[in-house]
């Protein structure tokens, strides 16, 4: 009779914060900032850097700037050198460790930085003609021939596309992503863990009820991602980068956001096939924008999706246009 009692006011709680996510803030005790990739897995190559340098520097920055302005949120880093995370050598292994360590550390955000990129665009032009021999018949009766065929040229370009984008996991994958928020001790709404060492704990973790609240509490992690996600990609677009928006990720990536129990967003950052936007990735300029743009958007998130947000004295180096946007904010 407890138990269902108990349940009943978990269930009346999160189905009253679901449709308040804009309203309500976010309490941020623990953030898990993932650089992607990792040597011996560079991720994708750009003319002359790859994705995995790229996501480290950006995520140290990250993280700098967001202990300054939370200070009493804890930020823990998935890699702070080159190598995939926690000595592993397999990216795959490493993806699952990246997940299990946000998991242990009970996080309340875990933020992926990557970068995107596409395949080079392939072009042929025709060039003239050129004299072709082949062969007809075999033995004493094969004969010579000559013929004259199109020549051509070919090459490629790097693929123009450019702009961020910022994932969440897709909604046809909530029941992996449910299985591993009910793996996880549930948090009663003091932020203190339920203790699981009683034989009622146990008999309601592993109830049905358990599952039904997984289930509201895997839709609740979805709202705060998209939430998150959508407040990345409006910080972006007013630094006049171009968004193409907030996603659901369906294929590859979609380990750390799914197996995360806890909001979680992967930021493309850019194209780093794009030569202008490789530039501007591995520039002091671009990669602290991009920073300051993630970081208003926790800082939005942490005030459920406020506009108005006063940050602390920055050391990120902004330009003018940025500096003014966040001069009439506030």
């Known amino acids: 009779m407890m138990i269902c009692s108990c349940l009943w006011l978990l269930l009346s709680s999160f189905g009253n914060k679901l449709g308040g996510l804009r309203q309500q803030g976010n309490n941020l005790k623990v953030i898990v900032i993932d650089a992607g990739h990792g040597l011996p897995d560079p991720g994708a190559d750009g003319r002359y850097s790859h994705e995995s340098a790229v996501a480290l520097s950006v995520a140290l920055k990250l993280g700098k700037q967001l202990e300054e302005n939370l200070p009493d949120c804890k930020i823990l880093y998935t890699r702070t050198d080159e190598n995939l995370p926690n000595g592993l050598r397999d990216k795959d292994e490493a993806n699952r460790w990246r ?109 049905p009820e358990a599952k039904i609240l997984a289930s509201l509490r895997t839709r609740k992690f979805f709202d705060k991602s998209k939430l998150l996600a959508e407040l990345v990609e409006d910080e972006f677009s007013k630094q006049g980068r171009h968004s193409l928006g907030a996603k659901q990720r369906n294929e590859k990536g979609i380990w750390v956001l799914a197996a995360t129990a806890m909001p979680s967003i992967l930021v493309e950052t850019g194209f780093i096939s794009n030569p202008e936007e490789e530039n501007y990735l591995n520039s002091d300029k671009g990669q602290n924008e991009i920073v300051y743009a993630i970081m208003r958007a926790v800082l939005r998130y942490k005030e459920g999706g406020d506009k108005t947000i006063i940050t602390r004295p920055s050391t990120i180096d902004t330009d003018t246009t940025t500096q003014q946007q966040e001069s009439s904010e506030q």
Request: hydrophobic residues 25%; charged residues 30%; glycine residues 6%.
């Open 99 to 207: 997940a299990k360590f946000a998991n242990e550390n009970h996080a309340d955000l875990f933020i992926a930085i990557h970068c995107n990129s596409l395949d080079p665009i392939h072009h042929s032009e025709r060039i003239g003609t050129h004299t072709e021999t082949y062969y007809t018949g075999r033995g004493k009766k094969r004969k010579k021939h000559t013929r004259r065929v199109p020549s051509y040229r070919y090459w490629t370009t790097p693929n123009p596309k450019q702009g961020t984008e910022t994932y969440i996991w897709a909604v046809n994958k909530n029941d992996q992503k449910k299985d591993f928020v009910g793996s996880m001790e549930e948090d009663t709404e003091g932020g203190e863990k339920a203790d699981s060492t009683s034989n009622a704990a146990n008999e309601f973790f592993n109830s």
